[in-house]
């Protein structure tokens, strides 16, 4: 690693902090539901659930 250049780092704080945001970057709202259809048991699923963790 590089000596630590704080006159960099103070420039790339300035760049990062004027990011210009467009009407594409807004975030969109989605509505509706979601439904998963699964043979397992609610058992079944918690006792893969707890195997992974």
Known sequence: MG???????ERR???NSEVE???D???TE??????YDSEESTEELL?????MK
Do not use: I, L, P, T
Request: proline letters at 0%.
């Open 47 to 51: 006792d893969q659930f707890r195997e």
């Open 30 to 35: 989605y509505r509706g539901e979601v439904e």
């Open 13 to 15: 704080e300035r760049k």
């Open 3 to 9: 000596a630590y250049d704080e006159v960099e780092h």
């Open 21 to 23: 945001v467009s009407d």
């Open 25 to 27: 970057d807004r975030r």
